[in-house]
């Protein structure tokens, strides 16, 4: 089945903790990225990955890191979590970044950090 | 920069018919989409509009003006499971999708 897959789905951690979110996807694709969602504000792009080796910043990049060592895998880390970072997150994939290319979302991760 | 604007919030009344609406203004333009998210859950795709026009697909149309910077999802015969909030998305010129906040769309029998 395809899938895009996050983990853990719900993180309550102390600030300053580092902290990684896993997310791997089956099918292949060559677009990755990292939202967070919070009341009022919708999906606001963290980074992006176009392929292997490459990540650019989204909109609100600070305070989070990535890699894209293999095509299938985009861990989302938090060096240092800060209360700020209390959000809903989501990975998303798409086969490139080009016209017409849906992406397809993972199941989200709820973080709340204390 | 992006800017997306749609409302924050609707309601409807079940076997009735909704349209969302979606203005952008984008530096370049390389398609809309739009995706339903269900409370809790995960963006799913609904629609895709690159062309002026309309979509249909099933109860869901989308409709595209890019001269006037403009779209509408259009919902018929909703159903309570339509209760969700309505994403519109715009990729411009770097080809990165950005989202609007959202339209909550209730549907209330």
């Known amino acids: 089945e395809a899938q895009v897959t996050q983990n853990p789905r719900y993180l309550i951690t102390v600030t300053g903790k580092k902290l990684t979110v896993t997310c791997s996807q089956n099918m292949n694709h060559e677009y990755m990225s990292w939202y967070r969602q919070d009341p009022g504000l919708g999906l606001r792009q963290i980074y992006y990955?176009?392929?292997?080796?490459?990540?650019d910043k989204g909109d609100v990049p600070e305070g989070y890191k990535v890699s894209r060592k293999e095509k299938r895998n985009f861990p989302l880390i938090l060096e240092s979590p800060s209360p700020n970072q209390t959000s809903l997150y989501f990975c998303?994939?798409?086969?490139?970044?080009?016209?017409?290319?849906?992406?397809?979302f993972g199941a989200g991760t709820r973080l709340s950090v204390l | 920069g992006q800017n997306i604007d749609q409302p924050t919030e609707m309601t409807a009344t079940e076997g009735a018919i909704v349209q969302i609406n979606c203005t952008y203004q984008t530096s370049g333009f390389n398609g809309l989409f739009w995706y339903q998210q269900h409370a809790g859950e995960a963006p799913t795709f609904l629609s895709y509009n690159v062309l002026d026009g309309l979509e249909e697909k099933g109860r869901f149309s989308s409709f595209l003006s890019r001269s006037k910077g403009y779209s509408y999802l259009l919902l018929k015969e909703l159903q309570m499971k339509d209760s969700a909030s309505y994403l519109c998305?715009?990729?411009?010129?770097?080809?990165?999708?950005?989202f609007g906040r959202g339209t909550s769309l209730i549907v209330h029998p």
């Open positions: 998303a994939s798409s086969l490139r970044s080009g016209v017409g290319n849906i992406q397809y």
């Open positions: 990955s176009m392929n292997v080796e490459v990540t």
């Open positions: 998305a715009v990729k411009g010129g770097s080809y990165i999708p950005t």
